[in-house]
């Protein structure tokens, strides 16, 4: 909860609510680093459902400790990271996930980008050629006097 | 009383500001001077009465005046003098006053520092900027007042936000809303010169230094809020991709694009169209910043109806300003006709390339910020975008921008000779691989061995560096960027460890070209050190700036690579008198105690950092909980290091006696903030450039010479 008011709170002060626990605990933390650091890269992706926009690895609130402790119980169970995901999914939501998986319309929001990259690129090639290949036509050498009259008048 | 004559200034200034709107339009359209002169003292007598009104709430909240409303909610009588005056804008009302306020100086200032603008042009940006004022004083009259009195005023308030309690924060809206705000004269200009039909070189000049400013303010207000998240929130992050920091990233990242363009356009008398554009946008940006942050429409969509009136009102401002804006560009742009021919090789395409990875940064980070809002209203699915969204979406934008950034810089106008720049960059990119290659050995530690190596093959190479071929310099950069690139594809594919060298190895080639540039600016190859030196000095500050600037981004890049990648986490249980291992160091907690501060209590550690038996530091991390708002706040204790920091943060006591501790070392945190303030910096020192400090004011002591000045 405490860090999504970056900023907002100079804004609108949203009510904080007050916990006591600070993020992940030392007796939530497994035995195994191995599975230890599964369960830290699935919770940073893992959003807290109470908070505003906070994974629950940084989170305060109890659900958040819950969910800690389920990732962990699974992973201990044996269950691979798509698995254990699979099973918040399942009780929670596609909400609680921050890294959203690929379905319905979900390919515009990863494709926007580079296709808007592309799209500009494209476009400013183009236009960038078409004027590097006309070259100075009658028109500007016409202004480039205009230009020079121009610095003139800026200069005093 | 008093009181009442701030709400009553604040009415005064919105019936000024329409004066200010309608009467310089109306007289530049009509060509009546008289007309037109309305609008300077009008935008004087609006900061007046805003400054005014500003001043009685600030003196509300010195004073703790708990009749209004807005003092009771936020200021509490305990509270140190600081956070008084701070609290004036730690809540939307005062906030939303201090953004008018600054709007309103940016006004005046046009008024007062526009005596050489074309008087047509003056009379319309004031005007423009004058319809920005309306909307927000309406906006605020009508919807968040924060001169409301109590009807039953109670003996103390509810204090401030303890977080907001700090002299980062303290400092970091003002700092943002002079950046939000600034571009709004980007903006007033750009609808100006559309109705006018006109731009040119000397409507870029004036632009120019507006929008740099308002990038430098912006830049300051981001790091401040960056730097405070790090040393507040107990965990050493410093970006979270939340909703509300992309909220003024968009605005940042256009603003980046704006000064660049307008840089073409002052020049090369190029461009144009592109500037207005990206002007209309990026102001478009600050007013969709501002909805996102005041409407809570995208943290949580639920609460849009918690106060849907203000989330309209400024949905109306956003449609009227960003949809009027482009309306008008789409009818006018076509008016703008580029002179400056470039071919595609040049510094000029160099800038739109930067223009184009900046913008589509900003698109993607917009797209990802309201994507869920998109998702709900339209394909009715409850969904998030947050930090792997980010991360994987918009970082290729900004490394394929800090590739091409040393390339770009050092293209000559019009027509550029990549070869040449190619050779001359040849050893910055060496330079680069050097630290690159040194960070990984560091972390394998070889760390000693590696830089003997490196050091006798730089020595080897500077003295045979003359005999190198030219054909062999050309190829090293694209050799050198090209073995990166692939290093960072195949780093994605496995996994991250290689993220780090890479990382750090782009920012070292950022700051290294930046130093190329400079060099090659101060001489020929063979003249002599004295000489360069010589030349280097009289640079113009512009060179300067951007040379600063650019290194800044570079420091950035590296020191975030270094924090991501090689951060050290502990998190123990420790009891009193125990130690604990945090990479090289050993950390003992020495003792915990309560101590109180002027209006909290706290739970204080005192915690001895060693290094190989040898005493380091001694750190004092706190937890406070203020009993008037009942929260709890962490104060980590940090070791600012040139390296590297030490953070140790004080949990909670467990069951068996001891505390939960967390630990961290992480490198060149110091560096991240010494990059912004390096930006900003070099933002500063362009800013005072010759051309801006002089031209204007040339024009100001030849106009008597001409005797008459015609309204154009």
Redesign the interface.
């Known amino acids: 909860m405490i860090r999504s008011c970056f900023l907002a709170m100079a804004l609108l002060l949203t009510p904080l609510a007050a916990t006591e626990a600070l993020a992940v605990q030392p007796d939530e933390i497994l035995a195994d680093p191995g599975l230890e650091a599964r369960a830290r890269m699935i919770s940073r992706e893992i959003r807290c459902p109470v908070c505003q926009g906070e994974n629950i690895d940084d989170s305060n609130a109890p659900i958040s400790r819950d969910l800690r402790l389920i990732i962990r119980e699974r992973l201990v169970a044996g269950d691979s990271n798509d698995e254990v995901i699979d099973f918040v999914i399942a009780r929670y939501g596609e909400f609680v996930l921050f890294n959203p998986r690929l379905s319905g319309w979900d390919w515009v929001l990863w494709l926007s980008g580079p296709a808007a990259l592309v799209l500009a690129l494209g476009g400013s090639w183009f236009v960038l050629r078409r004027r590097a290949l006309a070259g100075p036509g009658p028109v500007s050498r016409l202004t480039d006097e205009e230009e020079a009259r121009l610095r003139e008048l800026l200069k005093d | 009383m008093l009181i009442e004559l701030g709400h009553f200034a604040l009415i005064l200034a919105l019936m000024v500001a329409l004066v200010q709107t309608i009467l310089p339009l109306w007289g530049a359209w009509r060509g009546r001077p008289v007309l037109m002169a309305v609008a300077e003292p009008a935008a004087v007598v609006q900061f007046a009465l805003i400054a005014f009104a500003f001043g009685v709430l600030t003196w509300a909240f010195v004073t703790s005046d708990f009749s209004v409303a807005l003092v009771v909610s ?1 200021s509490h009588t305990l509270k140190p003098m600081l956070y008084k005056i701070s609290g004036t ?4 009302e005062g ?1 939303l006053l201090l953004w008018t306020l600054i709007l309103a100086l940016f006004g005046a200032s046009a008024a007062w520092f526009g005596g050489a603008l074309p008087a047509r042009l003056r009379a319309r940006v004031i005007a423009v900027q004058g319809s920005v004022g309306v909307a927000f004083l309406a906006f605020m009259l009508f919807t968040s007042n924060p001169f409301l009195r109590m009807e039953m005023p109670p003996m103390d308030g509810r204090d401030l ?1 303890p ?2 309690q700090d002299p980062g ?1 303290a400092f ?2 003002p700092f ?1 809303y002079l950046g939000y705000v600034g571009l709004s004269m980007s903006f007033s200009f750009a609808i100006a010169a559309l109705i006018g039909g006109r731009v ?3 409507w870029a ?1 004036w632009v120019r230094p507006w929008t740099l400013a308002a990038w430098v303010f912006l830049t300051i207000g981001i790091a401040l ?1 960056s730097w ?2 790090y040393y507040e ?3 050493g ?1 410093f970006w ?1 991709w ?4 992309n ?2 990233f968009m605005p940042w990242l256009l603003a980046a694009a704006l000064l660049h363009s307008a840089i073409v356009v002052e020049k090369r ?1 190029s461009l144009k169209s592109w500037t207005i554009l990206l002007a209309i946008l990026a102001f478009g940006f600050s007013l969709i910043g501002t909805f996102i ?2 409407s ?1 429409v995208i ?2 969509v639920h609460s849009f109806a918690s106060d849907p009136e203000r989330g309209i009102f400024i949905l109306m401002i956003l449609g009227f300003f960003t949809g009027g804006g482009l309306t008008l560009f789409a009818a006018r742009a076509g008016a703008m ?3 400056g ?4 090789v040049s510094r000029e ?1 160099a800038l ?1 390339a930067n223009n ?2 900046l ?2 940064g900003a ?2 980070v917009f ?2 910020t309201m ?1 869920p809002l998109f ?1 709900e209203l339209l ?1 009715g ?9 980010f991360n994987a ?2 970082t290729p ?1 900004f490394v394929a921008l800090a590739l091409i950034l040393p390339l770009g810089a050092m293209l000559a106008w019009k027509r550029g000779d990549p070869g040449r720049v190619l050779g001359l960059l040849a050893p910055a990119a060496l330079a680069a691989l050097a630290v690159g290659l040194l960070s990984v050995a560091i972390t394998q530690g070889q760390g000693m061995i590696a830089l003997l190596v490196l050091v006798g093959a730089g020595l080897g190479l500077a003295l045979l560096w003359a005999r190198v071929p030219q054909l062999i310099r050309r190829r090293v950069p694209l050799i050198v960027l090209g073995m990166a690139v692939l290093a960072l594809i195949w780093a994605v594919q496995t996994g991250r460890s290689a993220l780090g060298p890479i990382g750090v190895m782009l920012g070292a080639w950022v700051v290294f070209g930046s130093l190329a540039d400079l060099w090659s600016r101060s001489g020929r190859e063979g003249t002599p050190l004295a000489g360069r030196l010589g030349r280097l000095r009289h640079l113009p500050r512009a060179e300067w700036g951007k040379a600063i600037a650019h290194a800044g981004m570079g420091v950035v890049v590296f020191s975030v690579s270094a924090m991501l990648a090689w951060k050290v986490e502990v ?3 420790v009891a009193p008198g125990d130690s604990f291992a945090l990479g090289p160091y050993s950390v003992q907690l020495a003792d915990v105690r309560a101590e109180r501060g002027p209006n909290y209590i706290s739970t204080m550690a005192e915690m001895v950092v060693r290094r190989g038996g040898a005493q380091v530091v001694t750190l004092y991390p706190e937890k406070r909980s203020y009993p008037v ?4 706040t ?1 104060e980590a204790g940090i070791d600012y290091g040139w390296l590297r920091d030490i953070y140790l ?1 004080i ?2 006591p ?1 069951e068996n006696g001891g505390w ?3 630990a961290y070392i992480e490198p060149f945190a110091n560096w991240l903030w010494a990059g912004c303030a390096l930006m900003a910096l070099g933002g500063l020192f362009s800013l005072s450039d010759r051309r801006y400090r002089v ?1 204007p004011a ?2 100001k002591s ?1 106009r008597p010479r001409g005797k008459e000045v015609p309204a154009e």
């Open positions: 936020n804008w730690g809540n939307h906030s936000n977080l907001l924060l970091h809206p943002l040119d070189a000397a000049r809020g405070w998240a929130l107990g965990w992050g979270f939340d909703p509300v920091e909220a003024s008398e942050v005041r809570g943290t949580s006709q580029a002179r021919v470039f071919g595609l395409s739109v184009i990875l913008a589509v698109f993607v797209i990802g994507w998702a394909l699915r409850v969904m998030s975008v947050g930090e792997p969204f979406a918009f934008f998190i123990a249980v708002q009942g929260m709890p962490t943060v949990g909670d467990q939960a501790v967390r031209a040339g024009a030849a």
